[in-house]
């Protein structure tokens, strides 16, 4: 799958708060960054801190949402924890993600391969960005050539990420697409006790460097009111800062692409 000429958007909340919610956050990303984003959005989330936080509504409920962008025109990206959830995600969403704590997970990589879907593979915390190679390995040999590799930082101690840059130019050199989840990058996993905590002021340096580096696209969670979210919004970017940030790596984006390799012919 080639590179992206121009740097794409990735962007929605973590969860699925409400119907309304989700429409609300489509809007207002699409008159950020126009009609050619992927809205992400989890229909549940498995691996919360706390058993009691809230997951999401679920598959039926949350795909039916979803289902609701689609026939707006939206495309739509969200992750699956299980095989069995891939064939009917695959039948709604355009992208489909493997968590970072389950991207070495074999039956779930090849049931969502298995959609023909674009199959968004989360470098596990734990996992060198030269291994990373092997889970794409395993989406194509099921006969998908349509893989993403998203950088979201390696575990660095306790309750702490880093981003290594180096990774990027070495998952880029795989020849697939490559994401950097600029949100996720700078969570800090465990670190509110029962739910995880961030930095958020390091969003944006973070997502500049990457973008220096060269990437294909920017994975980011937003939500208007990050203080008041279902679900990470300890390392959320507010909504209102995003079209300025966005501005700001597409200006960026054009000069770092003058110097990046060609792809192969």
Known sequence: MPHSPKLALIAGPCVIES???VHFLAEQIRAVAGPDFVFKASFDKANRSSGSSYRGPGIREGLRILQGLKAEGYRVLTDIHEPWQAEAVGEVCDVLQIPAFLCRQTDLLEAAARTGRIVNIKKGQFVSPWDIRHAADKVVAAGNPH????ERGTSFGYNNLVVDMRGLAIMRSFG??????ATHSVQMPGAGGTQSGGQPQFIEPLARAAVAVGVD????????NPAAALSDGANALPLAELAGLWERLLELDAVTRRHLPADPE
């Open 176 to 181: 697939w697409p490559v994401v950097f989840d």
């Open 147 to 150: 893989v993403f590799l998203t």
């Open 19 to 21: 119907e309304a919610h």
């Open 217 to 224: 696209a920017l994975f980011v969670e937003v939500h208007e």
